[in-house]
Nanobody
Framework: DVQLVESGGGSVQAGGALRLSCEASGNAASMRCMGWVRQAPGKEREGIASFYMIGGDTHYADSVKGRFFISRDNAKSTVNLRISGAKPADTGMYYC???????????????????????WGQGTQVTVS
């Protein structure tokens, strides 16, 4: 089993920055892709960023490209999400989600792919005002 625990959410003013972290435990080495799925109030979940754990490839949703940066801390099996230039539209619950299937990493930010992800954290709230 793999467990994911997010941290770092909170409130930030528009234009500000925030850093989210997701630490994997258990059989973390089995995960081929880790990333972040966001759910804005009243909206469907959307994949916004992914990190391929073997090759380091990253993918971003158009809505966050150029403002969000996903990275990995190898020593801690942790994936981080740096939010900069925050917008009110970035408000929502941010979930760390992972998959055993490497093919899903490229599709991670495509509509609906989030339903295929096997492992989820509990989520952390981000509010931009």
């Amino acid at each position: 089993d793999v467990q994911l625990v997010e941290s770092g959410g909170g409130s930030v003013q528009a234009g500000g920055a925030l850093r989210l972290s997701c630490e994997a435990s258990g059989n973390a080495a089995s995960m081929r892709c880790m990333g972040w799925v966001r759910q804005a109030p009243g909206k469907e979940r959307e994949g916004i960023a992914s990190f391929y754990m073997i090759g380091g490839d990253t993918h971003y949703a158009d809505s966050v490209k150029g403002r969000f940066f996903i990275s990995r801390d190898n020593a801690k099996s942790t994936v981080n999400l740096r939010i900069s230039g925050a917008k009110p539209a970035d408000t929502g619950m941010y979930y760390c989600a992972a998959t055993l299937e490497p093919l899903y990493c490229q599709d991670y930010v495509r509509e609906g792919t989030y339903r295929r992800l096997e492992v989820w954290g509990q989520g952390t709230q981000v509010t931009v005002s």
